[in-house]
């Protein structure tokens, strides 16, 4: 399944969910998911994301350790369906919206939260999630400069 799709899918579901324990879970989700597609652009995607998006799939890692495992198993996981990326700027900027609501999501879920572990853990996720989401804004960046650097063809250039 594209990115885009499994980012759309990931965003209503954390969206419909209303429950601490699924919300979480959904985050959980989210975190898999970046992690799968940092390790996709880390392998091959442009040469300058791929520092950045090594990060984003071991802070995506982090993400998903600090909040324990779901009980999905693999047909559960919608990062195990990732087939490919698409587009990596209209991919890059789903998964920051995805990864801002998953910070608000886990807000919530802190606030919430009747046992400090919970609240820690929560708070863990968050730094997770805003980390997870700087290094996506600057693979967007680095993705805005490739494509000011790029010389233009004549086609772009218009009539001469």
Known sequence: MEAMRLIEASRRALARSQ?????????????ALAQAIGSRFAIAGPPELRGEALGLSEVGGRGCGVLGTPGLGTEGIRAARLTGIGQAYEVLRGLDELLGEVGIALVGVAMGAEDEGVYWQCMEAIDAADESRDRVL????RLAVREQSLPETDSAAGPS
């Open 19 to 31: 429950d601490p324990a699924h919300i979480v879970a959904e985050v959980w989700q989210s975190q």
């Open 138 to 141: 600057e693979m967007l960046r």
